[in-house]
């Protein structure tokens, strides 16, 4: 699936993004220099008849992302978090992609539900209604169950979308495979991998069964969070294809005229959007890795709600305690530290030098503290970010991507909702928390506790193995084997044969 033929994707992408107008929408949202302006124009007008027009009535950059398919869609999903990065209008546009794609038939998703199920959604539910929301993947109904009277939610997969989805990722691959040929300087940066990690989180959100799975994780670590709560899955009505949990009445945190019209506080909430991903990062290890505005709801009792968990990330304890030091340095504005950190997780190799690092981490983390927030492009620090790596010889590491990004993701929904949000100082207290609980004299006690169960658990063995140490130790060393072209015996058996080859011929 993954050969020269997948050219005809990408060379289909540049076509449709010409022929739809998206390009120079895209160029002109991300304020692009005339030289990529024009390269742009040069490689994709001579294929500008390939492209797929797509549908006529919606913006332009919307236009090619549906038509181009699923992981396009995605993208822009991203992108609509991101209005300091693409402009207030096309975020608003792409919001679109989070929850009102068209849907299928409602005939149809009664057929997979009566299929995966083995049931009859008449004899199953009393009320089953169009789709109340449609996404790249799968789209929602309303439902009540019959026996019991409760309001469900039950998410169903897309016909065909499994074929569709990897197709693009196919090209994924393909793309990164020819970044890395053609740019040599682009390897560190791992492209293969990064697609393939990717590619990894995408089939496990074609599993509906997976994410019931993580669903479930996720609302037992969540569930003595205040202010914050995971609708309740109900397993007997799930499958790989289907997936049904309690329904959840509340305000789509994509509508903020809505949101500003209640009695919530924008700077507390925003503030416990971040507060609740970072507690989530640092304390569980295991977290949401699609918190944008079609994921998430407010309810009238104040509590912020969580749906959609087809995207999970999960991180070490080692990893989550190096990632909260580097933020708690950037905090502090301790930038020796953060380079130190950097250099024992092992990110930065060992022989470029640690001061220099830290000056170059300084010219990152100064222009955050002290300015009005709205003034900070969180793009432009991330461009800023990506000079020192390249600097400094950093590969990428993939177990991180997915934080990375859900942590742009996240600082995009809270300055919806409070513009002058600053991540950074929304981050301290959770950061401070988390130091203290896994770095001081509680975690040391709690480390030692943690190995001397190890231990116990091979208590037992530690007799049979420090005998079998002992033994081997004891035992005289082996001689060492002769190599077979010093030894005799093999040159005086091929002399008989000779020998006795020669009397018999003669």
């Not at 949990?245 to 305000?251: C, L, M, P, Q, S």
């Not at 530690?462 to 072209?485: F, I, V």
Request: charged share 25%.
């Amino acid at each position: 699936m993954r050969g020269p033929h997948n050219i005809w994707r990408l060379i289909r992408t540049g076509a449709t993004f010409e022929r739809s107008g998206a390009m120079d929408a895209a160029l002109d949202a991300m304020q692009a220099p005339t030289s990529i302006r024009i390269a742009a124009k040069v490689l994709g007008w001579p294929f500008k008849w390939l492209g797929v027009k797509g549908d006529m009535s919606q913006p332009p950059i919307l236009r090619a992302l549906v038509a181009l398919g699923p992981a396009y869609i995605k993208f822009g999903q991203l992108m609509s978090t991101r209005p300091d990065v693409v402009g207030p209008k096309l975020a608003d546009e792409l919001k679109v992609l989070q929850d009102s794609l068209p849907p299928f038939p409602t005939a149809v998703a009664i057929a997979e539900i009566e299929r995966e199920l083995g049931i009859k959604v008449d004899e199953c539910f009393s009320e089953f209604s169009e789709p109340v929301a449609a996404a790249s993947l799968a789209q929602v109904h309303k439902a009540v169950i019959r026996e019991t009277g409760q309001a469900v939610a039950v998410k169903v997969l897309r016909p065909g979308i499994e074929k569709a989805f990897m197709r693009d990722v196919d090209a994924f691959h393909l793309s990164a495979r020819m970044i890395e040929i053609f740019a040599p300087s682009s390897r560190r940066l791992k492209p293969t991998s990064v697609i393939e990690h990717f590619e990894g989180i995408v089939r496990a959100e074609l599993d509906l069964r997976s994410e019931a799975s993580a669903g479930d994780e996720f609302a037992a670590n969540t569930k003595g969070d205040e202010g914050f709560s995971v609708p309740a899955l109900i397993w007997p009505l799930s499958a790989r294809r289907v997936m049904t949990t309690e329904w959840v009445e509340g305000i789509p945190l994509g509508d903020v005229e809505a949101l500003l019209a209640t009695d919530l506080d924008p700077v507390e909430f925003s503030t416990r959007i971040i507060e609740t991903f970072l507690r989530h990062a640092l304390r569980d290890g295991f977290f949401h890795g699609d918190m944008h505005q079609g994921n998430l709801k407010y309810t009238e009792n104040g509590d912020l709600v969580a749906f959609d968990f087809g995207i999970m990330g999960r991180i070490d304890s080692q990893t989550r305690r190096a990632y909260a030091q580097i933020l708690y340095g950037f905090l502090i504005r301790d930038y020796r530290r953060v380079a130190e950190v950097h250099f024992e997780a092992g990110y930065v190799p060992p022989h470029q030098d640690v001061e220099e690092f830290a000056q170059a981490i300084r010219a990152i983390g100064e222009p955050i503290f002290g300015q009005d927030a709205s003034q900070i492009s969180m793009a432009r620090l991330l461009a800023q970010l990506f000079d020192v790596t390249e600097r400094f010889g950093m590969e990428t590491r993939t177990e991180l991507i997915l934080l990375q990004r859900t942590m742009v993701v996240v600082e995009g929904v809270a300055r919806t909702i409070n513009p002058d949000m600053n991540m950074w100082e929304g981050s301290h207290t959770v950061v401070e928390t988390y130091i203290r609980d896994s770095l001081g004299p509680k975690a040391m006690v709690k480390d030692l506790l943690d190995t001397a169960k190890v231990l116990a658990r091979f208590g037992p063995l530690l007799p049979r193995l420090a005998e079998s140490a002992l033994l081997k130790a004891a035992a005289p060393a082996p001689e060492p084997e002769r190599p077979k072209w010093f030894s005799l015996r093999p040159l005086a058996v091929g002399l008989v044969i000779g020998a006795t080859t020669i009397w018999a011929l003669t």
